[in-house]
C-alpha cells in the first residue's frame, strides 16, 4: 500500500520557522523525485520544490528561494523528504502537500503519481 504522510504543519508567526516532512512507503521510492507543493484558500496547486532521485538535485520556486531547503532521506523501505522553512511570510499559508513522481525533473503537479493528505502551514502577521 502506496502511503505518503506529511507531518509537522502547525501556526507559527511570521518571522519563524517549521519543518515538514513526508514519509513515503509502499513504492521504491529511492526511485522517485519528491516534491512539495502548496495550495492556498481559492488558489491552484503550485510547485514549492523537489528533489530529485539520483543525484538529489533540488529546485524551488521563487518565492521560497532562500528560505525554504529540501532534503531527503533514502532508507530501505521508507524515503522521507524534509522541507525546512524559514523566515516564514503570511503568504506562505497553504496546505503543504507532499508528492512523488518517476520523472527525474519537473514541476508539473500533473506529472506527480503519488501524493500525501497535505498538512495546514498558517502564518500569522
Known amino acids: 500500500q502506496v502511503q505518503l504522510v506529511e507531518s509537522g504543519g502547525g501556526l507559527v508567526q511570521a518571522g519563524g520557522s517549521l519543518r515538514l516532512s513526508c514519509a513515503a512507503s509502499g513504492r521504491k521510492f529511492i526511485s522517485y523525485s519528491m516534491g512539495w507543493f502548496r495550495q492556498a484558500p481559492g488558489k491552484e496547486r503550485e510547485f514549492v520544490t523537489s528533489i530529485s532521485w539520483g543525484d538529489s538535485r533540488v529546485n524551488y520556486a521563487d518565492s521560497v528561494k532562500g528560505r525554504f531547503t529540501i532534503s531527503r532521506n533514502n532508507a530501505e523501505n521508507t524515503v522521507t523528504v524534509y522541507l525546512q522553512m524559514n523566515s516564514l511570510k503570511p503568504e506562505d499559508t497553504a496546505v503543504y502537500y507532499c508528492?512523488?513522481?518517476?520523472?527525474?525533473?519537473?514541476?508539473?503537479?500533473?506529472?506527480?503519481?503519488?501524493w500525501g493528505q497535505g498538512t495546514q502551514v498558517t502564518v500569522s502577521s
Open positions: 508528492a512523488a513522481t518517476q520523472m527525474h525533473w519537473t514541476t508539473r503537479p500533473e506529472e506527480y503519481t503519488y
